[in-house]
């Protein structure tokens, strides 16, 4: 079975300061992992994906993210934390062999707070 | 624009007083499906469909029923909502043509009293 493990429920950073974000995967096939951002009171935005190809991604609003198979991770990273990036984040996990396999699974979230 | 859309956003019911939560999609994809989001649990699949008329369960079916009529509507219902059905739901959809993206609508705040 797939599984998604984001081991920090809050993460705090200065603004200005470079900010990760842990995720760590399982999966039995090759597979597509997701960042998704959600603010309060708002859905889930997407933020980035890894299908193939380069192990660094770039996404929205100069987030980056790296996949890295030997360890099984994909940290979300950016250079510099906003006020603005304060927000609840979430790692997922689709195996695309798996049957119904654009299921996601996810993480349980990391609450970002970025102090001014 | 493209969007995935449901209504309601917010609603406070009774137990056992059956409700419908729509959803629809305006981007002609066949891959739709339900979360429900709890606190320190993240989200969690319910239920999906691969297209037209073929819907699955997915973690957590239990209260829950779906139809797909149409390719852009669907929706969920709660034959008997019971308080522990008290969550956020988002509805999302996804084809091979999003580049395997997942695209969510706003959430719907359900609580049952």
């Known amino acids: 079975a797939q599984s998604v493990a984001q081991p920090e429920d809050q993460v705090n950073v200065a603004e200005g300061n470079p900010l990760t974000v842990k995720c760590t995967y399982s999966v039995s096939g090759n597979p597509y992992l997701f960042w998704y951002v959600q603010y309060p009171n708002r859905g889930l935005q997407f933020l980035l994906k890894y299908i193939t190809g380069d192990n660094l991604v770039k996404g929205s609003y100069g987030f980056e993210a790296e996949f890295n198979k030997s360890q099984t991770s994909f940290h979300l990273k950016k250079p510099s934390a906003l006020v603005s990036d304060s927000a609840l984040y979430f790692c997922?996990?689709?195996?695309?062999?798996?049957?119904?396999?654009?299921?996601?699974?996810f993480g349980k979230g990391t609450k970002l707070s970025v102090i001014p | 624009e493209a969007q995935v859309t449901q209504n309601p956003r917010y609603l406070i019911t009774v137990t056992g007083k059956k409700l419908t939560v729509t959803c629809s999609q305006n981007?002609?994809?066949?891959?739709m499906s339900w979360y429900r989001q709890d606190p320190g649990l993240g989200l969690r699949q319910i239920y999906y469909?691969?297209?037209?008329?073929?819907?699955d369960k997915g973690d957590v079916p239990e209260g829950y029923k779906v139809s797909r009529k149409e390719k852009r509507n669907f929706p969920l219902i709660l034959e008997s909502p019971s308080p522990n059905q008290t969550s956020l739901y988002f509805c999302?959809?996804?084809?091979?043509?999003?580049?395997?993206?997942?695209?969510f609508g706003e959430g719907s705040w359900l609580t049952v009293v």
């Open positions: 981007m002609n994809h066949e891959y």
């Open positions: 997922a996990v689709r195996d695309p062999l798996k049957a119904g396999s654009y299921q996601l699974t």
């Open positions: 469909s691969m297209n037209v008329e073929v819907t």
């Open positions: 999302a959809s996804s084809s091979r043509s999003s580049g395997n993206t997942i695209y």
